[in-house]
C-alpha cells in the first residue's frame, strides 16, 4: 500500500511518498517559502534525479499541483499514475476537543474540522486547502485526517485549563490544546528507545523549533504540558508569531493603531510579530542569522546592512528567541520533578547549532551541558548525541517525522475499514 502524506504550514508543503510494506519512503519533498518567493525540492529514492528548483509558488493550492506533476512525472517520478496512490494522510493542526485520534475523512469529519478554525486560523485554512484539492485530484481512496492536538489531550486538568471564568472552559471547551502533537509524539518515543539504558520513565522536554515552535514536557511518553495554547499563538516567539504576551496588548495596540479591528490586531500578532516583527528582517531564521552575523567593521561600505539597527535588531529577535526557549525548558523542568533528556527538533533545532548552544547557555544553573564539537556535527537524518560528558541530562538532535507518524495512523484507519 503507498500511502501519501501531506502536511501542509503557514509557508511550507511537505509530502512523502511511502510503501507501507518496509515504510520506505518513495520520494519525498519540500515546497518552502510559500508565499515569499518559493523553491522546490523533491527526492525520489529511485535514482532518477533530485529537482531542486525555483518555482513561483503564491499559494498553497499551486504548490500541491508542483508536487503531483512532479511525483508522476517522466523525468523525477516514481509513479506512473495517480491509481498507485492508495490512500492520503493529512495533517490537520487542531481537533479541538471532538478530534482525540485520528480519523477517515467523511462530510461530517470535514465540518468539525472547518469549526476548529476558529482556533488556529493561520493554519486550517492551509490544511483545508490541502484535504480539498486532494479529494478533487485522487477522489476515490481514503483521506485521513491526523491531529497535531491528540497527543497532548493527556495533558492534566490544572496545566490545560485557563484562569478565566470557568464557563468558558465547561461550556465553549477553551482550553490548553498544544500543537506539533505527531512531532513530539515521534522524537519522544525515539528519545525513549535511544536511551533505552536510563531506568525509569523518562522525562523529556521535547523542542520543536521550527517557523512554528513549541516545547512539550513528556513523562513516561505521555505530554503533560505544552506551550501553545488553545490556539497556536501562545508559547514561544515563532517566525510571524508572537507567542505569550500580556494579554491586555490586544486592547493597547488596537487603540495605538486608531481603534484597529480586533482580526486586524490578532493579524499582526499572528503574521508581523515574533522574530520577523522584532528584526524587521524575515520570518526565517537563516535570513535573520545572515543579518545578525554581518561583520559591520568590514562590510559596511559594501553596502548591503542599511543601518546599524538591522544588525542589532537581528541579534537581538535571536537572543529574544533563545531565551524564552531556555526559561520555558526551565517550567518544564519544574512540572517534569527533573529532566533525564532535552531533544532538539525541526528546521531550527535540527539544523542550527548556534542556536542550540545560545539555548543551553543558559541550562548551566542545572547543570546541563552540550559538548561543541559534537553539537557542530549533528547529521541529518539520524540521532545525534550531543551531550557533554558530565551533563546532568542527555541533549539530543532528533529529526522529526510526522509524516511517518501520519502514515502510520493512516495505514492502521485503511486497514479496519478495507
Ligand atoms: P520548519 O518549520 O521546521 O520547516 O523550519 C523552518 C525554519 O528553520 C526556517 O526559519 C528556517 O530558516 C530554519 N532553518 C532551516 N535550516 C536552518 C539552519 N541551517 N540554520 C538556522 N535555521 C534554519
Redesign the pocket.
Known amino acids: 500500500m503507498n500511502i501519501l502524506v501531506i502536511n501542509t ?1 503557514s ?2 508543503l ?1 509530502y512523502q511518498l511511502f510503501d507501507m510494506r518496509s515504510e520506505k519512503i518513495l520520494a519525498k519533498g ?1 515546497c ?1 517559502r510559500i508565499g515569499i518567493d518559493g523553491y522546490v525540492k523533491h527526492e525520489p529514492s529511485n535514482g532518477k534525479p533530485i529537482l531542486k528548483d525555483e518555482i513561483s509558488m503564491p499559494s498553497h493550492s499551486e504548490a500541491l499541483n508542483i508536487v503531483i506533476q512532479t511525483l508522476t512525472s517522466e523525468k523525477y517520478g516514481v509513479i506512473n499514475s495517480l491509481k498507485e496512490i492508495h490512500a492520503i494522510g493529512h495533517r490537520v493542526v487542531h481537533g479541538g476537543k471532538k478530534f482525540s485520534s485520528s480519523v477517515l475523512i467523511d462530510d461530517e469529519v470535514m465540518k468539525g474540522i472547518v469549526d476548529c478554525a476558529k482556533l488556529a486560523p493561520l493554519h486550517i485554512p492551509a490544511n483545508l486547502m490541502g484535504i480539498y484539492a486532494c479529494q478533487k485530484t485522487i477522489p476515490d481512496v481514503p483521506h485521513v485526517a491526523v491531529f497535531d492536538t491528540a497527543f497532548h489531550l493527556s495533558i492534566p486538568n490544572y496545566a490545560h485549563v485557563y484562569p478565566i471564568p470557568y464557563k468558558y472552559y465547561e461550556k465553549y471547551d477553551i482550553r490548553r490544546y498544544g500543537f506539533h502533537g505527531t512531532s513530539h509524539r515521534y522524537v519522544s518515543s525515539k528519545a525513549i528507545e535511544f536511551l533505552k539504558d536510563k531506568p525509569g520513565g523518562l522525562r523529556i522536554v521535547t523542542c ?6 513549541s516545547l512539550a514536557a513528556i513523562s513516561d511518553g505521555k505530554s503533560v504540558d505544552t506551550t501553545m495554547g488553545a490556539t497556536p499563538l501562545e508559547g514561544l516567539p515563532m ?1 510571524t508569531r508572537s507567542g505569550t504576551i500580556d494579554p491586555a496588548l490586544v486592547y493597547v495596540i488596537s487603540e495605538i493603531e486608531g481603534s484597529l479591528p480586533l482580526s486586524e490586531t490578532l493579524e499582526i500578532l499572528n503574521k508581523k510579530s515574533g ?1 520577523l516583527g522584532i528584526s524587521g528582517v ?8 545572515n543579518m545578525a552575523e554581518f561583520d559591520l567593521d568590514e562590510d559596511r561600505a559594501v553596502g548591503e546592512v542599511e543601518d546599524i539597527k538591522d544588525v542589532e535588531r537581528a541579534r537581538l529577535a535571536l537572543s529574544a528567541f533563545k531565551y524564552q526557549v531556555a526559561k520555558f525548558i526551565g517550567a518544564y523542568i519544574v512540572a517534569l520533578g527533573g529532566v533525564d533528556a532535552i531533544v532538539f ?11 542550540r548552544r545560545g539555548i543551553c547557555e543558559w541550562l548551566c544553573g542545572f547543570g546541563i551541558y552540550l559538548d561543541e564539537d559534537k553539537n557542530g556535527h549533528a547529521e541529518n537524518d539520524k540521532i545525534t548525541d550531543i551531550t557533554k560528558a558530565g551533563s546532568s541530562a542527555s541533549v539530543l538532535v532528533i529529526p ?1 517525522n510526522e509524516e511517518l507518524v501520519i502514515a502510520r495512523d493512516t495505514m492502521e484507519i485503511v486497514k479496519n475499514i478495507s
Open positions: 504550514g509557508s511550507s511537505k519540500n518552502e520543536h523549533l521550527g517557523n512554528g515552535a517566525g522574530v524575515s520570518s526565517d531564521f537563516r535570513d535573520i542569522m527538533t525541526a528546521g531550527v533545532g535540527e539544523n542550527s547549532p548556534p542556536i522529526t
